[in-house]
């Protein structure tokens, strides 16, 4: 079992930065590869940006490359997404989700709220 809690979420002018944390719990999170999702209302989950277990290996959506950033810290069970450069499009419930095999995701956490204003 993982649990995992977002925070950082906020109301931030278009252009400006925002960093997103996810705090986990559990034993294991060092085996986890860790990505972050979002969804606007009416839309469908998206995918963000996902980190390996070791932290050497990340991935981003071609909406969000350039301008954000996906890291970990394993000694605090916490992965982070540095979000520069913000577009009112990137409005959404932002959720981490944890993953032991490669495309699936075991653990979600409650999701926290961006709201980018024009």
């Known amino acids: 079992q993982v649990q995992l809690v977002e925070s950082g979420g906020g109301l931030v002018q278009a252009g400006g930065s925002l960093r997103l944390a996810c705090a986990a719990s559990g034993r294991t999170f060092s085996g986890y590869a860790m990505g972050w999702f979002r969804q606007a209302p009416g839309k469908e989950r998206a995918f963000v940006a996902r980190i390996s277990a070791s932290g050497l290996s990340k991935a981003y959506a071609d909406s969000v490359k350039g301008r954000f950033t996906i890291s970990r810290d394993n000694a605090k069970n916490t992965v982070y997404l540095q979000m520069t450069s913000l577009k009112p499009e990137d409005t959404a419930v932002y959720y981490c989700?944890?993953?032991?095999?490669?495309?699936?995701?075991?653990?979600w956490g409650q999701g926290t709220q961006v709201t980018v204003s024009s």
């Open positions: 989700a944890s993953s032991l095999n490669v495309g699936h995701y075991d653990y």
